[in-house]
Each structure stands twice: as structure tokens, then as C-alpha cells.
């Protein structure tokens, strides 16, 4: 069984990360060691903006600010009612999306999905989170009412978490989107059944709505594809071990930079 493809090296006082390249090894780190390894070593591009001191996906899941920034997320941005809430705001855009898809299609242009996706360079991209929290939609105010309100929080906390919602919500969703088109397009049998399984849904309803995709097993396998083929972050985020753990008779010792590699996982053969 293979748990690692690098074992840790300590030439020259650099400590190389410990990579996990198979599913067992990754549920002793994910699950079993979740918390002993649940500590982060954020790289310079993001500590030379002091990102690493206020975002989510940085700070110690131990932390207040990181509890206090998840519960704002769960509660205010997440949760079924606000999902339910900005159902008609998503809708609007899949469909401003497919019908700048159609007009382009008919005119032969190429097109940047991930552009198109998360937002044309416009004003948008000096404050991207404007769009997408698309704030002229007073449906939407509720999560920036709930960050003003919140006493803990100030313009530059807020401007961080806006950050981190568009920075991990966008190009992971576009990218995923144009690996499936790809991917689609050079296997025409799987994109003949996906589209079979969306036109029949499109002739009862007359368009997908969120809740058809329960009912499209097609669509959500070729998804499912897609994360395997090409995940978005390879290497999910660093972890680093905050005291030493043995994970399969191997030592991880303290302060070990530990990554989970799904990329290869997702392209290995069972043994
Ligand atoms: C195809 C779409 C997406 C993919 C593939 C994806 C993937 C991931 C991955 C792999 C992580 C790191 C998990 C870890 O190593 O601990 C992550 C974290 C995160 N993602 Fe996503 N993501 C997607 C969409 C989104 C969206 C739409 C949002 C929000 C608008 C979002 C917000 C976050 C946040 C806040 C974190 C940090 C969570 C934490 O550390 O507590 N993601 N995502």
C-alpha cells in the first residue's frame, strides 16, 4: 500500500512536506489526525498581505476569529433560507451566462468561460466581491448588514472575507465548468448522453432549475468526473503538524508541512 510518495527529507535544515497519495493515508490524516494536523503554514504571497492573520481558509481552526468567521458564514451565507433566498439572483446568472453562450456560439466567437463566469474586467475587478454579492439585489444586503453589524469585525476583517469568498469561490467553480466542456467535447458519446439527459429535462420544464438536478444522475457523474480528472486545488491546503504523529508506522514530527494529493489519487489505479 503506498502512503506516501516522498517520505520527509531534512537536508540543508529545509524540511520537504510529507505527501499522501493514497485514500487510506489520507483518512488517518483528514479523519483519524484531523486535529493534530489541523495547523497551517501559509506561504509568503499570502502572509505579505496579512491574509493569513484574518481569512478562513488560514487561520487555525482552533482560533475565535476563525469560529466567529465561520459561524457568519454558515449563518448568514450559507444556510438553507439564504441559498433558498438568492435561488432567483443564481438563476439570473446561469441564464445571462447561457445566453451570452448562445449569442456567441451563433456569431462562431470563442469564449473565456472563467471570464464570463466569475466577471468581465470592469470595475468589478477592483472590488470584485461587489459582483459577487451583486449588491443592487437587496436580497443580498442581508450578509454585509450581518458583517457591519458584527462588533468583532472591521472594514479590513470584512475586506478579507470578501476576499476569500471570491478568490475560493469563482475560479474553482469556472475552472471546474471549462475541464467538463473539454472534457465533454472530446468524448462525444458521454456528451451526447448529458445533453439526452438535459433536453429531456428542458422539454418537462422548459429550463433546469436547481432542484431538476436531483433527477440528473448523468450530469452530476460527469461533475463527480470532472473533480476527480482535474481538481481545482491539488493539493487541498497545507497542514502542518502541531505536535509528532506516527501515520502508518511513518513519523510526521512537529512543525511537518503534510499535503493531501487528490490530484493523484484521482488518477491512480485501484491495486
Ligand atoms: C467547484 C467549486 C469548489 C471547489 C472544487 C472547492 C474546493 C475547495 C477545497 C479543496 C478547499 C480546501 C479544503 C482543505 O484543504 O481544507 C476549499 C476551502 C474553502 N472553500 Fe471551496 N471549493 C469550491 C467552491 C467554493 C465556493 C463557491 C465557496 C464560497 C463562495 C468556497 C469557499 C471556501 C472556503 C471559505 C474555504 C476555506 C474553508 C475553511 O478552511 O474553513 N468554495 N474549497
Redesign the pocket.
Known amino acids: 500500500m503506498q502512503i506516501v510518495s516522498e517520505n520527509l527529507l531534512l537536508p540543508f535544515c529545509f524540511i520537504l512536506p510529507l505527501i499522501v497519495t493514497s485514500p487510506e493515508a489520507a483518512r488517518e490524516v483528514l479523519k483519524t489526525h484531523d486535529q493534530t494536523l489541523s495547523g497551517r503554514d501559509a506561504p509568503n504571497s499570502i502572509r505579505s498581505i496579512n491574509h493569513d492573520k484574518v481569512s478562513?481558509?488560514w487561520l487555525h481552526?482552533s482560533s475565535a476569529r476563525w469560529r466567529l468567521l465561520?459561524k457568519l458564514?454558515v449563518t448568514h451565507l450559507f444556510s438553507p433560507q439564504r441559498i433558498e433566498a438568492s435561488k432567483a439572483l443564481r438563476m439570473k446568472k446561469v441564464q445571462e451566462l447561457v445566453k451570452f453562450m448562445d449569442e456567441s456560439s451563433k456569431r462562431e466567437d470563442a469564449v473565456h468561460i472563467g471570464m464570463e463566469a466569475a466577471g468581465s474586467p470592469d470595475l468589478a475587478n477592483f472590488f470584485p466581491f461587489l459582483r459577487f454579492l451583486d449588491l443592487q439585489d437587496a436580497s443580498n444586503s442581508d450578509f454585509l448588514d450581518a458583517l457591519l453589524d458584527e462588533t468583532e469585525l472591521d472594514n479590513n476583517d470584512i475586506e478579507h472575507l470578501l476576499l476569500?469568498?471570491f478568490t475560493?469561490?469563482t475560479e474553482?467553480?469556472s475552472s471546474?465548468l471549462e475541464w467538463a466542456m473539454s472534457e465533454l467535447l472530446t468524448n462525444p458519446k458521454t456528451l451526447a448522453k448529458a445533453q439526452a439527459e438535459i433536453e429531456h429535462m428542458i422539454g418537462q420544464n422548459g429550463l433546469v432549475q436547481e432542484p431538476d438536478i436531483s433527477e440528473m444522475p448523468y450530469l452530476q457523474a460527469v461533475v463527480k468526473e470532472t473533480?476527480r480528472l482535474h481538481?481545482?486545488?491539488p493539493l487541498?491546503?497545507p497542514r502542518k503538524a502541531e505536535t509528532d504523529v506516527e501515520i502508518f508506522g511513518y513519523l510526521v514530527p512537529k512543525d511537518a508541512q503534510v499535503l493531501v494529493n487528490v490530484l493523484r489519487m484521482g488518477h491512480r489505479t485501484r491495486p
Do not use: H, I, N
Open positions: 478562513v481558509g481552526p465561520r458564514m476569500d469568498m475560493a469561490g474553482t467553480s471546474t473533480f481538481p481545482t486545488v487541498l491546503l
